[in-house]
């Protein structure tokens, strides 16, 4: 280190970034809303006998790309505490975990959705949300600030809309909206962030989401550190969703939650809600130093991964 | 500080006698930047005689700049771009004097949109960093240009501003006045509406009297004892609906004489013009003078 | 390719200097990030880096259309507690394709511009330090700004700064006097014959803005932002105290008018001046160069010794007024 460096070695002035445990690849066997819990046990049961197969191919081919077939693979399960609070731990997660057994299949990790939004403290969605780097339509120079309508994001430029004009102005046609990276027709994407009401601001489904995908990545840092480590618990389950841990490690010998890249099984009725995700991950900016250490060591490990976070994501869609 | 010109009726002189209140703010030393809010008829670089920007200015201007095509409205530093001779050249001591045209072709616009609002306080706190006084003017009436006025300082709470509301010296403008700033949808109305504190922005208003022809003035020398009379009674009658009105002397920050300069033409009355050639009147440029200073004194503006 | 950027520079509007918490506070433009300082031999605060996204024409000389997409890395930081800048910054690549990408290929690539065709560095370095924001060319300067404001509109500031200031804008680009890898030896080289070695010009130009053309002796540090950033400092110290010094009616206003009109200079800029406190050794030669051409030091010293001059005279006839010496 040269000198000139060293005086500025200050502790402050310095950018510490912690590192997370990483598996190959994050498999989410489900997302477990009110309705489909109301829709009783059998629709689990169905769910997860129909998940079973593909998260099996799934870890299979990461073992063949993996030197020594000694892939991580860690699963996960998402329970909608946020938008709706229905049942309790102590009722609920044995019962998943029972039906997703007779599949043979285990369920490494639970997730509580709120936790997306704010868990000890943090405020994970605001995070995501001030990392947001929006699309630049053609024609964006910097001289303006970027056009965004409070609350909302979409992937091009929205249709001119009234605003203010001046007197005798001739009157303005009505524009189309475009996508940026559109093949000569657009596929024109405006998704909402949040609303607000009386009682503060709600997170939308997307988003919600699309902060679940990078905590999957281990892509989220808080002042450097991990902002979410899973807490290692079992039964009995508390009767407060409050009391459970934002993400709980059900397995003790599980493979690390965050891994390389993602895949989720879903029903088909999600396919707009992750085009909205995939809208969003194409616009938040992650750490440069957390891109780094996960490039490195996923280099170091022989998996070269996509430069493009979007392109670490997988998806099963089902039929009804 | 932003200080806001307005005035209810058109042709009153707010523009004339706010381009020579700058004028002078810049001679006697602080940095001044006039800002031309008269939408719908953006002239004001005739007054400051900058021929390129007599109708607005090509370059982009408010217009452009409130419409968010462009970062940064054209500036026109006067002491460098203006046609006038006397003007040309900054004298030693005195101010940067900075115009900001609106756009050839202009007009006035149908509404104030959140991002209009958001590019005028943008505009408002940058200027404010630079310059000691900021003269505003709006057009005459209620515009929306006097409404973003009015929002954009409800959100700048550290940014002192004032208004000055101008008027001729008769009983249809004296009304027209009160009206402006107490009346329905007035200034205090709107303002409060857009989070100001009603008495906190009375107390930021002052009334400015122009082309004021005193029934004891010089140019009335001629005139018969009779007509004296009846001058003099119309003032009295006028003092006492100002009072009436609240425009009364208390309220008033200063008042501009008649001009015979002014009647003729629009323009910054220079020394050169009262001294040399003197062709204007030195009690107008010592009215403006005076203005200017009150503009910044703190003593003028204390609670009514 | 190249760098380029724009620093704009200016007072931060409070009565006081801010302590390092207050920076910490106005500086945290970004949740989760932290804002660094650096107390020695001058507090300097910086923010996070922040992302915007562009697609749109690069100026160049030759006025041809180039496109350019990608993201212009910024920061806002204070130097002193008193001195806010805004900087940007893009490092100009060739595209590796010849339309857009998915935006997610851009933001994996933070503060690089990727261009399309035919690229000539000297025509993009001359178009960008010449003209810079011409037409709807992009516009770091804009990008910069905005984070001041940002900075200045926090209600943490009272807003009652000391003296009235204008912020001034330096543009800066630099290339590497090595030759890319890769390159056919003379063909389109980062600059043109005969200014093949290391060396800095820089210009005054109207309107507050300044140029700056930089040939780098190895490759494109990122040091070179923080040479830039200091420079745009000491460039408005010396700006704004020259402002100053010249208001004050030296020869004409009363010597108690002059004293109060220099007063904010003593009280709040003559301290700042710390050129390349916090720069690598690579730009040292650099600043050496400055030193000696125009000779930023040599004429802010001859300045601060007039204005100290001034108060001391005046105090002396003050007090012989008042005490009858
Ligand atoms: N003190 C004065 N003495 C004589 N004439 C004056 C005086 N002040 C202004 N005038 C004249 O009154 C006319 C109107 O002035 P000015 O254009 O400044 O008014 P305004 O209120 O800005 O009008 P508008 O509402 O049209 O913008 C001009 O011809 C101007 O020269
Ligand atoms: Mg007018």
């Known amino acids: 280190m040269t000198p000139a460096q060293a005086v500025f070695g200050e502790v402050e002035a310095e950018r510490r970034v912690a590192s997370a445990p990483l598996s190959h690849v994050s498999i989410e066997l489900g997302h477990l809303y009110m309705e489909d819990f109301q829709a009783g046990p059998d629709r689990l049961r169905e769910q997860f006998r129909q998940v079973a197969p593909w998260a099996e191919t799934m870890r299979r081919s990461w073992q063949a790309r993996v030197p020594g077939g000694r892939a991580r693979v860690s699963t996960c399960f998402l329970i909608d505490d946020y938008f709706s609070r229905f049942s309790t731990p102590a009722e609920l997660v044995p019962a998943v975990l029972e039906a997703a057994a007779e599949c043979d299949l285990t369920i490494d990790y639970l997730a509580r959705e709120s936790a997306c939004a704010e868990t000890d403290g943090v405020k994970l969605a605001r995070l995501v949300e001030d990392r947001l780097v929006t699309d630049p339509p053609a024609g964006t120079n910097g001289s303006r600030p970027p056009v965004t309508e409070t609350g909302w994001l979409c992937n091009g430029a929205r249709s001119p809309y009234g605003g203010a004009v001046q007197a005798m102005e001739s009157a303005r046609a009505w524009e189309p909206p475009a996508q940026n990276a559109k093949r000569r027709h657009s596929i024109f994407v405006d998704v909402e962030l949040w609303d607000s009401d009386s009682r503060g601001r709600t997170w939308s489904c997307p988003f919600l989401a699309a902060v679940w995908q990078l905590l999957r990545l281990g892509l989220i840092r808080n002042d450097g550190e991990l902002p979410v480590r899973p807490v290692p618990g079992g039964p009995p389950f508390p009767s407060d969703w409050e009391e459970l841990p934002a993400i709980v490690q059900l397995n003790p010998a599980a493979a690390p939650f965050s891994a390389y890249s993602t895949m989720s099984v879903l029903s088909s009725r999600f396919l707009p809600v992750e085009l909205a995700v995939r809208t969003i991950l194409s616009q938040v900016f992650v750490d440069a130093e957390v891109l780094r250490q996960v490039a490195g060591r996923s280099a170091g490990e022989g998996v070269p991964l996509p430069d493009e976070l979007v392109d670490r994501i997988s998806y099963v869609f089902l039929g009804a | ?304 | 390719m190249l760098l380029m950027g724009e620093v704009r520079t200016g007072l931060l509007q409070n009565s006081g200097e801010i302590p390092e918490s207050l920076c910490q506070a106005v500086l945290g433009l970004l949740s989760g990030e932290r804002v660094r300082v650096s107390r020695r031999p001058i507090m300097y605060a910086v923010s996070p880096d922040q992302l915007t996204g562009v697609d749109c024409r690069l100026a160049s000389a030759s006025r041809a259309r180039v496109r350019g997409v990608g993201t212009v890395l910024s920061r806002a930081s204070v130097t002193g507690g008193r001195v806010l800048q805004g900087s940007s910054h893009i490092r100009v690549v060739r595209a590796g394709s010849d339309h857009r990408l998915s935006w997610s290929h851009y933001l994996a690539r933070p503060g690089v511009v990727e261009v399309f065709g035919k690229v000539r560095v000297p025509d993009l370095v001359e178009g960008f330090a010449e003209s810079g924001a011409w037409n709807d060319c992009l516009d770091l300067g804009s990008v910069s700004e905005r984070f001041m404001d940002a900075v200045q509109g926090s209600p943490l500031l009272d807003r009652k700064a000391p003296f009235k200031s204008a912020r001034t804008r330096l543009r800066w680009v630099a290339v590497s006097a090595e030759r890319e890898p890769g390159h056919e030896p003379g063909h389109e080289p980062g600059h043109e014959p005969g200014q093949e070695g290391p060396g800095i010009r820089f210009v005054l130009g109207r309107d507050r803005v300044r140029t700056l053309r930089l040939v780098l002796p190895g490759g494109l540090t990122p040091g070179v932002v923080d040479f830039c950033e200091d420079l745009a400092l000491h460039d408005w110290l010396l700006t704004t105290l020259q402002v100053i010094f010249e208001r004050a009616g030296v020869g004409t206003a009363t010597r108690a008018e002059v004293t109060a009109r220099l007063a904010p200079a003593v009280d709040h800029l003559l301290h700042l001046w710390m050129p390349a406190a916090r720069l690598d050794d690579e730009f040292t030669p650099f600043w050496e160069r400055l030193e000696r051409r125009p000779g930023f030091s040599r004429q802010w010293l001859s300045l601060v010794a007039r204005v100290r001059d001034q108060i001391a005279v005046n105090t002396l006839a003050l007090l012989r007024e008042a005490g009858g010496w």
Not at chain 2, 99 to 122: A, I, K, N
Not at chain 2, 186 to 212: K, M, P, Q, S, Y
Not at chain 2, 238 to 243: M, Y
Request: aromatic share 8%; net charge negative; charged share 25%.
């Open chain 2, 1 to 304: 500080m932003l200080v806001f010109a307005i005035s209810d009726k058109g042709g009153t002189g707010r523009s004339v006698t706010s381009s020579n209140i700058v004028y002078r703010r810049a001679l006697q030393g602080s940095d001044v930047c006039y800002l031309d809010f008269d939408f719908g008829s953006p002239t004001a670089g005739a007054i400051f005689s900058v021929s390129s920007v007599a109708r607005g200015t090509a370059q982009g201007g408010m217009h452009r700049y409130f419409e968010g095509r462009l970062a940064d409205p054209h500036r026109i530093d006067v002491w460098v771009e203006s046609d006038r001779e006397g003007l040309r050249g900054k004298p030693p001591g005195a101010g940067q004097m900075v115009l900001f045209p609106g756009d050839e072709g202009g007009g006035e616009f149908s509404t104030v949109s959140e991002e209009m609002l958001r590019r005028c306080v943008r505009l408002f706190s940058r200027l404010e960093e630079e310059f000691d006084l900021c003269l505003v003017d709006l057009s005459a009436g209620r515009s929306f240009a006097a409404q973003m006025a009015l929002a954009a300082t409800a959100r700048l709470p550290g940014v002192p501003f004032r208004w000055l509301v101008f008027h001729r010296w008769t009983r249809q403008h004296i009304i027209a006045a009160h009206g402006l700033v107490r009346g329905r949808q007035g200034l205090l109305a709107a303002g409060v509406e857009h989070g100001h504190d009603e008495e906190n922005l009375a107390d930021h208003i002052r009334f400015v009297r122009t082309a004021v022809l005193e029934p004891d003035a010089a140019e009335l020398e001629g005139l018969r004892e009779t007509q004296k009379a009846w001058l003099h009674e119309c003032d009295r009658e006028l003092r006492e609906l100002a009072r009436k009105y609240g425009v009364g002397r208390t309220a008033m920050l200063g008042k501009i004489p008649l001009d015979p300069v002014l009647q003729w033409r629009e323009q910054l009355i220079s020394d050169e013009d009262v001294l040399s050639s003197q062709i204007a009147n030195a009690e107008t440029v010592a009215a403006f003078d005076d203005l200017a200073k009150k503009i910044v004194d703190d003593s003028a503006w204390e609670a009514l």
